[in-house]
């Protein structure tokens, strides 16, 4: 199913080629911020750092992101925007959630964002921080596209009796995280898909696997 | 069973009304440093503010403390001393699951320590953070009295076959990371003692609490 971003951006204005020279550093910038705040944090990571690591100065970067929030969400914006389209495909049930496996293995090839995010999602727990309203809608938002797909499992006799969809979304989606965690501490010898699919086939009557297949 | 902390401590030296009183100030600048580290990430907390809030010179401060690492220790290894007196008394197996569920009860009165773990934990995954031995060490510490545990409930005929205690551990403690940065976000209702509680539930042969009862 899809995964509809929560931060929704203004088309681009402008002719085609500056368009895509812009778009272009755009994207860099993005991936110096995702290194800078994934590294330092979002509240340590400085715009100048960025935009160092850009090539760019530190009026150019202000030119695409005014400031450092309008830059967090666009982090935020893109990573969400590739989540969706990495679950497009999957219908609701069984086939959404092996798609959120295959995406927590896809994650797996960059450490950097995950480091953000477990960062992130800690300190944007203060109600202060800018990112805390995004933090709290985004638990929400895929715990809410967990359970219909839960709930559509259940009806169709995959979960184990007395399973609660509701919790069992919340549970996986803490037990995601702090995997991430363990998984960039190196401690347990921690893989992050492995962990959620072993969670998910604890609630299910067949592995995730064989009911895919069938 | 006793969890015995990894961060040791010098005994305070010094006669005993100075040392009472000492001893009170330290205290005192734990509980403060709890509070800036916890709501500002240790990071972005200064010594500055720790001393202002525990009403002492930075002076002062740096007396029972020589830096800023040194206080984060002190205020780790406190935390530890007394999860470790909380479950002093379990012995391995079923009883030591039921303690570390009290546990996570308990703390549940703290928030501001639970932040300050929240974005310690993440923060400290980066390999030169002054607290990334100290977490890994942290993680494999706790997960192998989980592992012991578990062991000890699997020889005792309390795991569902197949489970796996090493796989159980790290999930438990990746479980009550996660459970805790949606509690502190305000997210999904979580209660993070009642979610470990019923994740162990889902691998034992009956309910925790019945199990302690009989």
Redesign the interface.
Known sequence: MAITPIVQEEPAAGPRGAYRKSAATRERILDAALEVFG???Y??GSLREVAALAGISQAGLLHHFPNKVALLSAVLERRDDRASEQTAAASPGIETLGALVDYARISALKPGEI?LF??L??????PEHPA?SY??RR??WV?SIAVESLTTARDQGHLKPGTDP??M???L???????Q??W?????N?SVAD?IE??ID??LVKPLRELLQS
Chains 1, 2 share one sequence.
Do not use: P
């Open positions: 590294a330092q944090g509240d340590v480091e477990a960062v999602s800690a300190e944007a727990t203060r805390n933090m709290r638990y929400e715990t509701t919790t979304a919340s549970q989606f803490a037990l995601w995280d702090g995997l965690i363990q960039l501490l190196k401690v347990n921690v962990g072993h969670f604890l609630h």
